[in-house]
C-alpha cells in the first residue's frame, strides 16, 4: 500500500467511536491516578506519622524520614503489581473466550470504588489492601483493552493505533499530576486541611474523573473477543463491522488469523516473556526510588513535582502518534530499540541531577524516548500472536512484566533505605549512593534491549517474516 493511500485513509482511525472510547477510558484513568501520583508517597509517611504539617516549598522532609519509608512504598507498590501479575493472563484468556467488553467494564467500575476507598484508608495495612485490589482491576482493564484495540485496527496500522492510544493515554498523564498537585495545594492553603487529609481530596477527585468511562464503554464498546464469533463467516461480518469507517477493508496475512505458531515464532514469545520481566524489574525499581528521590534531594513542593510529571507526559503526548505511523512504514524493530535505549540511559542519568532544572530536561528526556518504542514494541507483538490468542497473550505479557514489577519496587524500596544515606567512594570522587537502585534499573532495561536487538525480527506488514518450514506449534502462550 502506498504512502499516499495510507495518508488519505488516515483519518478514518481517528474517527472510529470504538478506538476513540477504548483510548479515552485509558486518558481518564491515567487522569485519575496522575491527579495522587505526585502525593502518594507523603499520604503513606503522612498516615505513619512521619509529618506533622502538609509539606511546601520550604519544607523537604528529612532524608532519614523518607529512608524509612522507603520498603514500606516499595511493599505497597508491589502489592499492586503482585496481584497483576497473578491475575493479567488470567482475565486477558477469559476475554478470548467470553468477551472483551464485560470484563474491561468491571475492572473500570473497580477503579472508582477503589479510588473512593483508597481516600479513607487509616494505616498503611488498609492502604496495601486496596492497592492490590487495585492490581486486581487492572489486570481485568489494560490487557484487554490492548487487546481489543489490536482486534479493531488491524495489522497495517497496529503501531498507529496504538500510538493514539498511548497519546490519549498520555493526556491523563500530562493533565493528571500537574491538576493533582493544584489539588494539593487548594486543599493545603485554602481548605487548610491538616495532615493526612489534605491528602485524601484528589483520591476523590480521581474517582469522579474515571467514572464517565464506565457509562462510555457500557454505550459505545463493541464486542471483539474471537470465540464470541461463532464462526468463519462471523468473524469476517464482525471484522468488516469492526473497520466499517475505513475506505477499504484491510485482510491480514493468514497466519496471523490462526492458532497456529511456528518454532521461530515461539522462539521470539519466550524472548518477549524475558525482556517483560526484564523491563518490569527495571520499572518496578524506578517508580517508588523516583518519587523517594524527588522528595529528599529535590523539592518537597507537591505542586512542582506535579508539574514536573505533567511536563514529561507532555511530551510523550507529542511524540507517540508520529512514531506509531513511522514503526507501520518504516519499520518497527529499528525505533522500538533507540526508543529503549535512550529511555534507559536517561534512567541513569536521573540521580545525578543537582535541582528541579536538571531533573526536568532528563525526565522529559526518558519519556519522549518511551513513548517512541512503546507504539513500535506492542504492534511487535500483536504482529506475531494470532488474534484468537491475543487476549491471553497480551494478559500473559502483562504478567511477566508485573512480576519483575513486583520485585522491583521491593529490592529499590530496600536499597534506597540503606544507600541513600551513603557515599559511594569510585576513584577520587565520592558518589551519592542513591544512583545504586537508579544504576541497577537501567542496566537491566540495557539487557532487554540487546535481546530486542538479538532475537525479535522485523514485524512491519510489507515485510512480514515468512513461516518457517517446520513443524507447526500451537498455543505457544
Excluded at 275 to 280: I, N, P, R, V, Y
Excluded at 300 to 327: E, H, W
Excluded at 406 to 432: E, H, N, Q
Excluded at 460 to 474: F, M, N, S, Y
Aim: overall charge neutral.
Amino acid at each position: 500500500m502506498s504512502c499516499t493511500a495510507e495518508t488519505a485513509r488516515s483519518p478514518s482511525l481517528y474517527r472510529n467511536p470504538r478506538v476513540l472510547v477504548l483510548g479515552i477510558n485509558a486518558m481518564l484513568i491515567m487522569l485519575g491516578f496522575g491527579v495522587v501520583a505526585p502525593s502518594m508517597a507523603y499520604y503513606l509517611i503522612a498516615l505513619e506519622g512521619g509529618l506533622t504539617e502538609p509539606p511546601g516549598p520550604s519544607y523537604i522532609v528529612p532524608a532519614e524520614v523518607v529512608a524509612e519509608f522507603s520498603l514500606i512504598l516499595g511493599v505497597m507498590m508491589a502489592a499492586f503489581m503482585g496481584t497483576r501479575t497473578l491475575l493479567a493472563r488470567y482475565w486477558g484468556g477469559l476475554s478470548d473466550t467470553y468477551g472483551r467488553k464485560p470484563i474491561i467494564l468491571i475492572g473500570l467500575a473497580g477503579y472508582f470504588f477503589l479510588l473512593l476507598f483508597f481516600g479513607l484508608v487509616q494505616d498503611w495495612i488498609q492502604m496495601l489492601a486496596v492497592r492490590a485490589m487495585q492490581g486486581v482491576v487492572s489486570a481485568m482493564v489494560w490487557p484487554t483493552a490492548q487487546a481489543a484495540l489490536m482486534d479493531i485496527v488491524g495489522p497495517v496500522r497496529r503501531g498507529e493505533g496504538m500510538g493514539l492510544y498511548m497519546t490519549l493515554s498520555n493526556i491523563g498523564f500530562v493533565l493528571g499530576p500537574g491538576v493533582g498537585g493544584l489539588l494539593y495545594n487548594y486543599s493545603r492553603d485554602f481548605l487548610v486541611l491538616p495532615v493526612p487529609d489534605v491528602f485524601r481530596v484528589p483520591y476523590y477527585i480521581g474517582a469522579l474523573i474515571v467514572l464517565p468511562s464506565v457509562i462510555a464503554t457500557a454505550i459505545v464498546l463493541k464486542e471483539t473477543a474471537p470465540r464470541k464469533l461463532e464462526d468463519a463467516s462471523l468473524r469476517r461480518q464482525e471484522r468488516h463491522d469492526l473497520t466499517a469507517d475505513e475506505d477499504e477493508e484491510v485482510t491480514p496475512p493468514p497466519l496471523l488469523e490462526t492458532g497456529e505458531m511456528t518454532p521461530r515464532r515461539q522462539k521470539m514469545i519466550y524472548v518477549l516473556f524475558l525482556m517483560s520481566t526484564l523491563d518490569g524489574l527495571a520499572m518496578g525499581l524506578g517508580q517508588p526510588v523516583l518519587q523517594l528521590f524527588l522528595m529528599s534531594r529535590i523539592t518537597t513542593d507537591i505542586g512542582f513535582i506535579g508539574l514536573v510529571l505533567s511536563g514529561a507526559g507532555a511530551v510523550g503526548f507529542l511524540v507517540s502518534v508520529p512514531a506509531g505511523r513511522y514503526s507501520d512504514r518504516r519499520g518497527r524493530k529499528g525505533l522500538a530499540i533507540w526508543g529503549a535505549f535512550g529511555s534507559r540511559m536517561s534512567l541513569a542519568v536521573l540521580p545525578l541531577a543537582a535541582d528541579l532544572a536538571q531533573t526536568s530536561v532528563v525526565w522529559i528526556g526518558q519519556n519522549a524516548a518511551m513513548a517512541a518504542s512503546q507504539p513500535a514494541m506492542a504492534a511487535i507483538q500483536a504482529d506475531i500472536v494470532p488474534w484468537n490468542l491475543r487476549g491471553k497473550f497480551f494478559g500473559t505479557i502483562q504478567a511477566f512484566l508485573n512480576a519483575g514489577a513486583t520485585v522491583g519496587p521491593i529490592v529499590g524500596g530496600a536499597l534506597f533505605a540503606y544507600f541513600s544515606l551513603i557515599l559511594i567512594p569510585i576513584g577520587p570522587l565520592l558518589i551519592d549512593g542513591v544512583v545504586v537502585p537508579f544504576w541497577l534499573a537501567s542496566s537491566l532495561g540495557m539487557i532487554g534491549v540487546f535481546l530486542l536487538w538479538r532475537y525479535l525480527d522485523e514485524t512491519k506488514p510489507v515485510d512480514i517474516v515468512k513461516a518457517d518450514a517446520e513443524e507447526v506449534l500451537t498455543d505457544s502462550t
